[in-house]
């Protein structure tokens, strides 16, 4: 089998303008790779209609400017696509086909882009482990004795890039449901600003907090599939009407300074990933890069867990009530409504998803809606002033996207308790604030990646991937994937 995929969008772009390889050996390959998946991370597959217009994308001639055509790719199953079925990894949703396509993949189809299959999530979005999907766990690519987790929410779209089954898949972000699987996969992930890339079509969880993102291998794919997919959409209430403009090409030279949070820094505990993140560090120092360590307190940040999960539940509670099994999806009977809905939901929804309505039905309710939710919503406010802060002066801040490589699957759990550790939570800033905000590999710890977060000012996206392309070439990490890591191991990185 060949390994085309295993290339960038603009190298697979510049080979199929030579000549040197057809739309239809991409899709064949992409196929075969989905077929033989180990890592249960697919969920309905497109083989078929992917194959009849790769073949009738063979017969056209290349377009110069047009990144995406005849490009592979795999979408979250919580993103509409019409005619195929979409369950956002619930069994609630079993066998609902959508009538339409997402805003996203309406824009992918024009380029011509292909979709192959879509990938399997932690259940509607909640969760981080890609656990709690009803397909069962996801496993890190990297570790074929499959004792490691890749992550969640965007589990299945880690492992088929991590993998390269395609050269990017769609996700979505709500805490940090790209970024930090990103992290685990080795993986270039980015949530943009809020409400420049429209989220029609996707499976609300958290509306004040989901962002439609994705995951490539290099840092310029990242940004052209930016510039792809930044346009205003009117069937999206939360698109921005500022005008749209492009970030490539990126000019690393308009970094000047960037701030490193010291309390984040603080509650990171592995050596490893310490030492690769202060070389890192002296390097951007060494290219004239001022480098600031800054102080936010530490109450705060210990807030932003408490803070997400309370918004995030109240918010799922109410954006998933339709899921009753009498509008649409797998619908349990019963002699009454009520019994109709009590069985459709009891049978449909996992325990996590359970739990988080009950916790957000409860943060609703009138009498607790003061000293819960409410008051999350406020320090939500003062975790952003606190970084709004930061930012005005700032190009970006960065810190390691996670506190360890991925976790074994027998470490990591998505039942709720009252963990607070700054460093698996911070992130979710990125959220808070709509922040343009990227993940792109900081290094390798015994074969497995950890990351390295970067998040910019809101509308600052160009910022955000100039501060990620210079720091990709420090790195030297461009384009890690499963097949090539030993190859970055030899070199020593």
Request: glycine share 8%; charged share 25%; aromatic share 10%.
């Amino acid at each position: 089998m060949s390994n085309y995929l295993n290339l960038s969008i603009v190298e697979l772009h510049n080979l199929l303008l030579k000549g040197e390889v057809k739309p239809s050996t991409l899709v064949l390959e992409a196929i075969e790779k989905c077929k033989n998946d180990e890592f249960n991370a697919l969920e309905a597959t497109n083989y078929d209609k992917a194959l009849e217009k790769a073949y009738e994308l063979d017969k056209k001639e290349v377009p110069s400017d047009n990144y995406f055509f005849a490009i592979p790719y795999i979408a979250k199953d919580n993103l509409s696509t019409r005619g195929i079925e979409t369950t956002g990894g619930s069994n609630i949703l079993k066998g609902y086909v959508p009538s339409f396509d997402a805003t996203v993949i309406s824009i992918l189809n024009s380029l011509d882009a292909i979709m192959i299959a879509k990938s399997t999530l932690d259940e509607l979005a909640m969760g981080g482990s890609g656990r709690s999907g009803h397909k069962g766990l996801q496993y890190n690519p990297y570790d074929k004795s499959k004792k490691h987790l890749i992550g969640g929410s965007s589990s299945g779209s880690a492992v088929v890039t991590a993998a390269s089954y395609v050269p990017f898949a769609l996700g979505s972000d709500t805490g940090d449901s790209i970024r930090k699987p990103a992290s685990y996969g080795g993986l270039v992930g980015y949530k943009p600003t809020y409400g420049l890339i429209s989220r029609f079509g996707l499976f609300p969880f958290s509306v004040s907090l989901d962002h439609v993102g994705y995951f490539t291998r290099s840092v310029e794919d990242a940004a052209i599939l930016f510039d792809a997919l930044n346009k205003y959409d009117e069937n999206d209430y939360t698109s921005s009407l500022k005008e749209r403009t492009k970030v490539c090409p990126l000019d690393e030279k308009e970094v000047k300074k960037v701030a490193v949070v010291k309390e984040v820094i603080a509650s990171i505990k592995d050596e490893k990933i310490l030492d690769a993140f202060n070389n890192y560090v002296k390097e951007l120092e060494n290219k004239g890069i001022k480098v600031d360590y800054v102080s936010v307190d530490s109450n705060l940040l210990k807030a932003i867990y408490p803070s997400y999960i309370i918004i995030s539940s109240a918010e799922a509670t109410s954006n998933n009530a339709n899921l009753d099994g009498v509008k649409f999806g797998n619908r349990k009977e019963g002699k009454t409504y009520q019994e109709v809905m009590f069985n459709t939901r009891n049978e449909g929804f996992g325990e996590l998803i359970k739990r988080r309505f009950i916790l957000g039905s409860f943060a609703l309710m009138k009498e607790n809606q003061e000293e819960v939710y409410l008051k999350a919503k406020r320090v939500r406010h003062a975790i952003v002033d606190a970084f709004n802060k930061i930012l005005d002066s700032y190009d970006a801040f960065i810190a390691p996207a996670a506190p360890s490589t991925a976790k074994r699957i027998n470490e990591d759990s998505d039942a709720l308790d009252d963990t607070y550790l700054i460093a698996d939570n911070f992130l979710a800033i990125g959220n808070f604030g709509g922040y343009p905000s990227i993940t792109i590999p900081l290094g390798l710890k015994e074969g497995l990646p950890f990351g390295l977060s970067i998040t910019s000012n809101i509308f600052e996206d160009k910022k955000c991937f100039e501060v990620a392309k210079i720091s990709e070439d420090i790195i030297g990490l461009k384009g890690l994937s499963t097949s090539n890591i030993n190859d970055f191991i030899k070199e020593g990185k």
